[in-house]
């Protein structure tokens, strides 16, 4: 299995040094070393969650690559209840050669989010 997780940031985060975005998430996936910097890529804008330009605009990705779907699981939990600061975190995976899906998860917890403190 291939997860491919892709980063779109919310209104108003400005983020186009690709440096400072790899280290900003290689931080935030420390826990998951599957992963690997994959550069940017441009996804459907009709997926996205704040874009709404019919050009769209790139975001930064990450990829792994011969994950189990426990992997998967695991890192759905993760991203679910440790959404990254300033971005929708898109999750998409494949497996046996099939074309990658979308993995639909809710975002955050009230807690994560700093409601309710």
Request: some cysteine; hydrophobic content about 30%; charged content about 20%.
């Amino acid at each position: 299995m291939n997860i491919r997780l892709m980063f779109e940031p919310e209104p108003k985060v400005k983020c186009n040094v690709d440096a400072m975005f790899r280290c900003y998430a290689e931080n935030y996936l420390s826990d998951y070393p599957e992963f690997q910097w994959g550069g940017y890529i441009v996804m459907n804008v009709f997926e996205m969650k704040y874009n709404n330009n019919a050009a769209g605009e790139p975001l930064y990705q990450f990829v792994a690559t011969n994950v189990n779907e426990e992997f998967l699981k695991n890192i759905q939990e993760y991203i679910q209840n440790n959404p990254m600061h300033g971005y929708y975190t898109h999750i998409h995976y494949s497996s046996k050669g099939e074309n990658e899906q979308a993995l639909i998860y809710q975002e955050g917890t009230p807690y994560t989010r700093g409601e309710g403190i």
